[in-house]
Nanobody, 126 residues
Framework: QSQLVESGGGLVQPGGSLRLSCAAS????????IGWFRQAPGKEREGVSY????????SYADSVKGRFTISRDNAKNTVFLQMNSLKPEDTAVYSC???????????????????WGLGAQVTVSS
């Protein structure tokens, strides 16, 4: 059983919005940097967004800047990814991951992450 659980995925029309959640059952997420990654069929895993332990650093892939927003609610031990103006090319399985160490500048390197959720499918289609 994964200790990180994503939810909020689904089918949405182009231009629509979804909010993904990443909840932890045994970790205190404020002890970790949190990354969101996605992988579409036949494509490599891609870093989408990142929030540092303190929350002071928030990073985004160029492809989602201005459309996606990452946030964390420490009281709920949950990290969110608000996705607006969704495009068909955003279709993928989205996974959250945590890391205790690493430079904020290399947040997109999935090898630096220690634990992963199982992922949530996001499909953008008319």
């Amino acid at each position: 059983q994964s200790q990180l659980v994503e939810s909020g995925g689904g089918l949405v029309q182009p231009g629509g919005s979804l909010r993904l959640s990443c909840a932890a059952s045994t970790f205190r997420l404020d002890d970790y940097g949190i990354g969101w990654f996605r992988q579409a069929p036949g494509k490599e895993r891609e870093g989408v967004s990142y929030i540092s332990r303190s929350g002071d650093t928030r990073s985004y892939a160029d492809s989602v800047k201005g459309r996606f927003t990452i946030s964390r609610d420490n009281a709920k031990n949950t990290v969110f990814l608000q996705m607006n103006s969704l495009k068909p090319e955003d279709t993928a399985v989205y996974s959250c991951a945590i890391r205790r160490w690493g430079r904020d500048s290399t947040w997109y390197d999935w090898l630096e992450y220690d634990y992963w959720g199982l992922g949530a499918q996001v499909t953008v289609s008319s």
